[in-house]
């Protein structure tokens, strides 16, 4: 039997590799998981094969927060030594605007340092890292021209604005490209695209389309939300169309032609990437937001097809982004429905789990 069980994972893991090498969007480099697959076999030895269990395991509350206190996270960017840094909304668009928004760090021991506060009736949207460890986020500042924008942090730690942008925008998901010269900005409201040097400076529409715009008659009109730059393309979600999409970046820094990777996913947030050079994707979608579909994180392949991988029973509560490091899956949960319970979870991704359901 146990001979049985290594075979069957050896099959597993084989196929896996192959699907990697047809595959080149999953493109999660063989080297990068030779000792996950390499281990199946004895790991499965008394367990059964470790491909057939769940995809997203081992969860668990890393922080609670207090959303009465306008605690209410948004989004997340994990850093290198494994501290995070969060986006507190401080207000929703279904609670009272009380308090003001927080951008704050949680060391790995859990320490928790509150970097910036912002004013009453905005809100810190997006957050982003450059790999020289500077940090940019998105103040949301409905109607407010002097406030809404682009803003980074000095060495000294003093915010600074640096790119403005209109009254009417709505400021969301923050990206940087790879050479560190470009920062883009996911505009909720207008169905566009923003660009803007990491210097600061006027922001540029890079993209504007039907496809990025919100829906005006949803309760909660939002387009454009996620946003990453990966692998040559800025990857965004739209909130009420439940597409998540893909936009080549061209060798003059043009916008290509827009390329739907998923749809049918209501209320999709913020996403992120298995690795750096794997077009799997996990993306939150935060439906208790607006009472419009369910809490859920699903795993989309390149395919375009996807899985549910935690739902409202694992303690999703209006998660709105995913992050990865490692093994490590990062959620955040804004806790909208009551009881209000707005946390930071992580959870462990089954690497042999994820290419197995990939493959077949």
């Known amino acids: 039997m146990q001979q049985q069980r290594q075979q069957s994972a050896r099959r597993g893991a084989s196929s896996a590799r192959r699907f990697l090498k047809k595959n080149a969007g999953i493109a999660v480099a063989v080297t990068a998981t030779a000792a996950v697959l390499g281990s199946a076999p004895s790991a499965s030895a008394g367990t059964g094969d470790s491909s057939s269990r769940s995809i ?24 290198p030594d494994g501290s995070v840094i969060l986006s507190m909304l401080g207000s929703c668009a279904v609670c009272e605007r009380t308090h003001g928004p927080q951008l704050m760090r949680i060391s790995p021991s859990g320490e928790r340092t509150v970097l910036v506060t912002g004013q009453v009736g905005e809100a810190i949207s997006g957050n982003t890292r450059a790999s020289d460890g500077t940090v940019y986020y998105s103040v949301w500042a409905p109607g407010n021209a002097v406030r809404n924008g682009v803003y980074t942090l000095l060495p000294d730690g003093t915010p600074q604005r640096i790119a403005p942008l209109p009254a009417d925008s709505g400021p969301n998901g923050l990206a940087i490209d790879p050479a560190g010269r470009t920062l883009y900005i996911a505009d909720s409201l ?46 965004v979600s739209n909130f009420n169309k439940g597409t998540l999409l893909q936009v080549p970046v061209t060798t003059t820094g043009s916008a290509g032609p827009i390329r739907l990777v998923a749809g049918g996913l209501p209320n999709i947030d913020d996403l992120s990437f298995l690795t750096p050079r794997s077009d799997v994707v996990f993306a939150a979608q935060n439906g208790s937001s607006s009472q419009n579909g369910p809490d859920r994180v699903v795993v989309i392949y390149p ?21 990865v490091r490692g093994d490590r899956l990062y ?4 806790g909208v429905p009551e009881p209000h319970d707005p946390k930071l979870q992580t959870a462990r991704i089954n690497f042999p789990a994820l290419l197995a359901g990939a493959a077949r």
């Not at 006027?202 to 829906?215: C, M, Q």
């Not at 395919?303 to 992050?323: I, R």
């Not at 959620?331 to 804004?334: A, F, L, M, V």
Request: hydrophobic content about 40%; aromatic content about 8%; charged content about 15%.
């Open 56 to 79: 997203v395991t081992d969860v668990t509350t890393a922080a609670t927060f207090d959303y009465a206190a306008g605690e209410i996270p948004e989004n997340i960017t994990v850093n």
């Open 190 to 235: 207008k169905g566009t695209i923003w660009s803007v040097p990491v210097s600061g400076g006027s922001a540029t529409p890079w993209l504007t389309d039907a496809a990025l715009a919100p829906v005006p008659t949803e309760a909660l009109p939002i387009g454009a939300n996620g946003l990453r730059f990966h692998n040559g393309a800025l990857w």
């Open 303 to 323: 395919d375009g097809t996807y899985k549910t991988v935690l739902t409202s029973a694992d303690g999703l509560a209006s998660p709105s982004a995913t992050a």
């Open 331 to 334: 959620i955040t949960d804004g």
